[in-house]
């Protein structure tokens, strides 16, 4: 089944120059980027984001990151694509991450692990909202 999913390079991602090995894995595994933009998250922005983690204990240190510099977000659409885009991921633990995965390929803390992808349909459709409108998706 065709689904759309949301991708971030986080902000180790693209200050270590990882964007485009990240976006290579994509097109090489038949994901297409249907939209595409970096932002540099405001405090407030990254933890509206990620407001279903914001009791954890982590909240804060995961949302002072993803506001520290630029992300960039993509809408990966493709067969099965949330659950290929999380294969291709690897688990949120770099050291659990299968091998050829990004996260075991280049994070270097639980924390600081290079992409955030959408877990299910729902997360997807409300992550999508947050960092796209309409007209910017091309999905022709
Ligand atoms: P993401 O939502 O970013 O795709 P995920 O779904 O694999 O990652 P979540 O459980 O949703 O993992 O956690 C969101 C993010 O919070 C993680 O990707 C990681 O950056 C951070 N995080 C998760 N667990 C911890 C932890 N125990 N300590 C510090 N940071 C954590
Ligand atoms: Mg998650």
């Known amino acids: 089944m065709t689904e759309k999913t949301l991708s971030i390079i986080k902000p180790d ?12 894995r ?10 595409m933009k970096m932002v540099h998250l405001s405090i407030e922005q990254a933890r509206g984001f990620y407001a279903v983690h914001s009791k954890r204990p982590f909240f804060d240190s995961l949302t002072q990151f993803m506001s520290s510099g630029p ?5 990966l659409e493709g067969d099965n694509v949330i659950e290929k885009n999380r294969t291709l991921m690897g688990a949120t633990n770099f050291k659990d991450a299968a091998e050829g995965t990004i996260r075991r390929d280049f ?13 299910a349909p729902e997360t997807a459709a409300v992550e999508i909202s947050f960092f796209f409108n309409e007209l910017e998706v091309c999905n022709k």
């Open 13 to 24: 991602g693209v200050s270590r120059g990882l964007i485009g090995d990240v976006i290579s």
């Open 26 to 35: 994509f097109e090489k595994n038949d994901i297409r980027i249907i939209a």
């Open 71 to 75: 992300v960039v977000a993509m809408i």
């Open 107 to 119: 994070a270097t803390d639980i924390e600081k692990n290079i992409v955030h992808g959408s877990d």
